[in-house]
């Protein structure tokens, strides 16, 4: 099975700031990968996929990349609505699909 | 516009059985497959296994084979998901999602999501 590794589990951040999440892969996985954000007691919403293609209706401040084992969520001016869990997630090799372990991103 | 409706919260006793299911409408039901996915309280997202709507075709994670069974009623477009045998670590929120397709046709996240559906184990 892939497994996946976010880093940070946990980041304090502010309104404003850039924030980055990492999640790496523990083999080769191509572009294959999604991102979710989830917010509390809600279903996750998908936020991009193939590992850089922003899903409609997101906005641009969200953006990722990378290929292979490593990949980035990017969000580039955090805003109060992006409080919240993020999950990556592999799609190259299942079963099983497996998501990441998540971050999550609270207000410092 | 595209909806995931699911069953009702369940409490169920160790042992027992239970049947989820998942409504969509806003689409043609039969060309997308539908994932299961759960989340136990306060933890990540586990992925169970997945139907296509269109001839049936299953995939399930290996941790559940032989408890999980799901199917499809295409003439209502509704998705199950059936768990035996549960246990108390069976309790989590389940939720069905459809898969999104990229330009290749392959699977490249789950679009829509239901609103998840509460299924409690305790004795």
Redesign the interface.
Known sequence: DIQLTQSPSFLSASVGDRVTITCRASQGISSYLAWYQQKPGKAPKLLIYAASTLQSGVPSRFSGSGSGTEFTLTISSLQPEDFATYYCQQLNSYPPLTFGGGTKVEIK | QVQLVQSGAEVKKPGASVKVSCKASGYTFTSYGI?W?RQAPGQ????M??ISAYNGNT????KLQGRVTMTTDTSTSTAYMELRSLRSDDTAVY?C?RE?Y?GTG??????Y????TLVTVSS
Request: proline share 0%; aromatic share 24%.
């Open positions: 994932s996915v990540g997202l586990e992925w296994g997945w995939n399930y994670a290996q939720y999602a999104a990229g392959t699977t490249v996240g789950f679009d999501w239901g609103q998840g």
